[in-house]
């Protein structure tokens, strides 16, 4: 990969394994609109991000290479080689081939723990262009204003200090509805410590057991947060979607989720969360055009 800063612009040139649409609209984040074919607004640590993408090209707007070292970088996953993840998905198991073939743009996200949290307790029974607005409004309300694009002002995700004064009854009015004292929870365990740093030392057993502590987290929201944000990559979060298409692939038969992660983590090993993502996106996009 080339990398060009052009007036205010940066340009990463020769861009593998990158597909920005992949990669946002794959249900791992909600911090973002699609302004166009390929092009983006991102909100991602305390910063707005425009991004476009024309083939293996893909240009940052209004971004400097010390953002891109030290933020965007991390946050797109950029030192992580997914065509050797992809190779050896393909080669160990030949039913995840199509779904790696059609969403092969894929890449994990490393976002910031507090947002990630509360996002997958708000999508809890959701879907998601309403996470997205929850989280929007959340930004609006409690967030710093960090810039504008075509009219439309972004605000950041709020910070603990922030969210700590923040009320139930504020996050009902936001239309969390029965989340609302789960999204209070988790601010008050992470005000008592519970951070990204909380996590460098545990397993991950110990991490999703960590996160169960929190009213309302179940086994799929934090295996959510283990995957998305705090780097734990074979996480195996089951959802519907998930469920199904495991049993549809694998079993041939009605499957519990506790059996599908026992098999996941077996089949997959460190890389089931790659899988998950595949799986999960790739049918997710297949049954939505078929509709």
């Known amino acids: 990969m080339r990398i060009q800063q052009k007036n205010d612009d940066l340009i990463l040139q020769n861009v593998k394994d990158f597909n920005i649409e992949h990669i946002l609209e794959c249900g791992q984040c909600f911090n973002f609109e699609k302004i166009d074919n390929m092009e983006y607004i991102v909100v991602a640590y305390e910063k707005m991000l425009h991004i476009k993408q024309e083939e293996d090209t893909v240009i940052l ?43 092969w743009g894929i890449r994990i996200l490393n976002q910031e723990f507090n947002e990630t949290l509360i996002s997958f307790i708000i999508s809890q029974n959701k879907q998601i262009p309403h996470i997205k607005k929850i989280v929007r409004d959340i930004s609006r309300k409690f ?15 709020p ?6 004064n923040a009320s139930e009854d504020d996050f009902r009015q936001l239309k969390t509805g029965f989340r609302a004292p789960y999204i209070m929870d988790a601010i008050c365990k992470m005000s008592e410590g519970l951070s990204r740093d909380t996590f460098d030392a545990l397993s991950y057993e110990e991490a999703v057991k ?34 199904r298409v495991m049993e549809d692939t694998y079993f041939g038969k009605e499957t519990s989720k506790e059996e599908i992660m026992k098999f ?28």
């Not at 910070?159 to 700590?164: A, E, I, R």
């Not at 929190?214 to 295996?223: D, Q, S």
């Open 210 to 243: 960590e996160m169960l502590k929190i009213k309302g987290v179940g086994e799929k929201v934090a295996n959510c947060v283990a995957l998305f944000s705090l780097g734990y990559r074979n996480a195996f979060p089951v959802d519907v979607w998930v469920k």
């Open 61 to 103: 707007f209004n971004t400097s290479l010390d953002d891109y070292e030290c933020v965007w970088k991390h946050y797109f996953d950029m030192d992580v080689d997914y065509e050797t993840i992809k190779q050896f998905l393909k080669q160990n198991d030949e039913k995840i081939v199509p779904a790696i073939e059609d969403k």
């Open 143 to 157: 967030g710093n204003e960090l810039g504008e694009y075509e009219g439309n002002t972004y605000y950041s995700f």
């Open 264 to 291: 996941a983590k077996l089949k997959f090993g460190e890389y089931g969360g790659y899988a998950q993502q595949y799986h999960f996106y790739h049918m997710r996009d297949k049954k939505n055009r078929n509709l």
């Open 159 to 164: 910070d603990l200090q922030v969210l700590q």
